[in-house]
């Protein structure tokens, strides 16, 4: 059994922002819904240190329609919660438009979302 993905309301509010300059986002993003809710074991991407007690991973996806590889496409960041098999995602971004995202704004955008 893989894991249930959540999306939180930040990281709909950001998808449907980005979705407007970039309509194959959206697409991308489904496609990584679907391979989350298929893994058996860990979850693949880089996990952010700092954080605390969260599992927390960024991971990196091309951008169709700009024509750009992994390293100047989309980052996600999504929590892990092992527990209870659920992934919820918390940040989307471009990397040409935003460099990086903080762990304070990671760990705020959980307090508001993911720890009701």
């Known amino acids: 059994m893989g894991y249930t993905v959540i ?3 930040e990281f709909e509010r950001l ?8 309509p194959k986002v959206v697409d991308v993003v489904e496609e990584y819904f679907l391979e989350l809710e298929c893994i058996k074991g860990n979850v693949p991407g880089d996990v952010i240190q700092g ?4 599992l927390v991973i960024k991971t ?9 590889g992994k390293q100047g496409g989309f ?3 999504i929590t892990v919660v092992v527990t209870e098999n659920e992934i919820y995602p ?3 971004y471009s ?3 935003t460099e990086k995202i903080t762990k304070e704004e990671i760990l705020s955008i959980i ?3 993911v720890l009701h």
Request: no cysteine; aromatic share 2%; hydrophobic share 30%.
């Open 7 to 9: 999306p939180t309301d």
């Open 15 to 22: 998808l449907t922002k980005l979705a407007r300059k970039y």
């Open 51 to 54: 954080t605390g007690s969260h």
């Open 60 to 68: 990196r996806h091309a951008n169709p329609d700009a024509n750009r």
């Open 75 to 77: 980052r996600i960041i």
């Open 90 to 92: 918390l940040s989307i």
């Open 95 to 97: 990397k040409n438009v």
């Open 111 to 113: 307090n508001r979302n």
